[in-house]
């Protein structure tokens, strides 16, 4: 029944999270940490900054142990293919039939959805602030990171000065154990080293083995599984090592591939999924109304393309569940977890913010949507309904 019911609310998030993966995060606290309460908000800042210092997806990756922490393994199996489906269905079918597209009403839809993100983002920055953000050590590396992340947009730096908030938290040595919310929760998530043992042997398996997976089980694999295990921080990052493999190789030409990344960007749901419309346009029949050779690409893909960074996960979640109720590593993730506060709320202002809130009738339309989010608690289906239409009538 567990398994049911994370399927069921991550089928809905995945339906219904528009604006990217720092975005996702913010649904996701609104959910687990608000509504469901499955999660406090240490321990869901406790993911978000174990997401944002491995590879992969930080948003499907946060779901995927939101889903294992309730129902195990089946649980985040459940939780990552209902967060991914829709828009995998979704792709596919503009994939497969690109007439369906009209450019203009997908331009004024974006930009409603583009306001959604920014008020989501900005709910959840105000809400993990107020609970992490409780000592003036946190304080100060919150805005340090944010600032970091304003001055550069190179995500290894962004990485490096999440890790630098943990060690600097841990050398300072200010007994925050009394104040930092993390000191009163274990991981919320509890995974047997074994486990990490063997998702750290399937992923060098698979490195070493690509080219029999290649001629035995999908042609491509290869190529989505590198471009997966090599992001750091979200899925837009993605974007230039998919171009890489799948591009500068001939198997999509470069217009379609864009205009595939442009639908990804007002689908629901997480970025990677726009492997499926990659994974179908390079294996699909164009004689054809609809390949069934296109749609196995397209599920292989997205297979392909999310695995490393679960894997990853599962390594990282093996080691920190043993490591978290000592002192030194509670100062670290307290560090890390401020450090993320700072990262998305630079992130909110650049390029959520700048790109959103381009003119008056963005802001009227965002502050009317803040008000009934913060304010009314309606829920986000009705939010993402009114940012859409409005943006559609007025813009």
């Not at 995500?155 to 000191?183: D, H, P, R, W």
């Not at 054809?288 to 490393?308: E, H, I, K, N």
Request: glycine content about 8%; overall charge neutral.
């Amino acid at each position: 029944m567990q398994i049911l019911e994370v399927f069921w609310i991550f089928l809905k998030l995945g339906c219904t999270s528009f604006g990217g993966p720092i975005a996702h995060l913010g649904y996701f606290r609104e959910s687990f940490v608000v509504k469901y309460k499955w999660l406090s908000d240490a321990e869901y800042a406790n993911l978000v900054s174990i997401s944002q210092i491995i590879p992969g997806p930080a948003s499907s990756q946060v779901g995927f142990a939101i889903g294992f922490n309730r129902a195990g393994f089946l649980g985040a199996i459940a939780a990552f293919i209902g967060f991914t489906l829709p828009s995998v269905l979704l792709l596919i079918i503009f994939a497969s039939q690109s007439s369906l597209v009209d450019t203009q009403t997908l331009l004024k839809i974006v930009n409603g959805l583009a306001i959604v993100a920014f008020v989501v983002v900005f709910q959840a920055v105000i809400g993990m602030g107020k609970q992490i953000l409780n000592t003036n050590m946190s304080w100060v590396l919150a805005v340090s990171v944010g600032c970091i992340t304003l001055l550069s947009q190179n995500i290894y730096i962004q990485l490096f000065s999440i890790l630098g908030a943990a060690i600097i938290s841990v050398l300072s040595g200010e007994n925050i154990e009394q104040k930092a919310n993390l000191t009163e929760q274990s991981n919320s998530v509890n995974l047997n080293r074994f486990w990490g043992v063997c998702s750290a042997s399937l992923f060098i398996s698979i490195g070493f083995l690509q080219p029999f997976i290649d001629s035995l089980i999908y042609s491509h694999a290869s190529a989505f599984f590198v471009s997966g295990a090599m992001v750091f921080g979200g899925g837009h990052v993605v974007l230039p090592f998919l171009e890489a493999t799948i591009v500068n190789t001939g198997l999509v030409d470069k217009s379609e591939f864009f205009t595939g990344y442009g639908l990804t960007q007002a689908m629901p749901g997480p970025m990677f999924s726009f492997a499926a419309y990659l994974g179908y346009s390079v294996d699909a029949n164009d004689s054809v109304f609809f390949s069934y050779q296109g749609l196995f690409s397209a599920l292989m893909a997205t297979l392909f393309v999310f695995l490393p960074g679960f894997l990853v996960l599962l390594v990282a979640l093996s080691i920190t569940s043993s490591l978290l109720n000592k002192h030194i590593m509670v100062r670290a993730f307290n560090g890390a977890n401020a450090a993320v506060v700072g990262l998305l709320a630079a992130t909110l202002y650049h390029p959520i913010f700048n790109h959103a809130i381009t003119n008056n009738t963005n802001v009227v339309i965002a502050a009317l949507a803040l008000v009934g989010l913060l304010k009314f608690r309606l829920p986000v289906l009705s939010v993402v309904l009114f940012c859409a239409v409005t943006s559609f009538v007025f813009i």
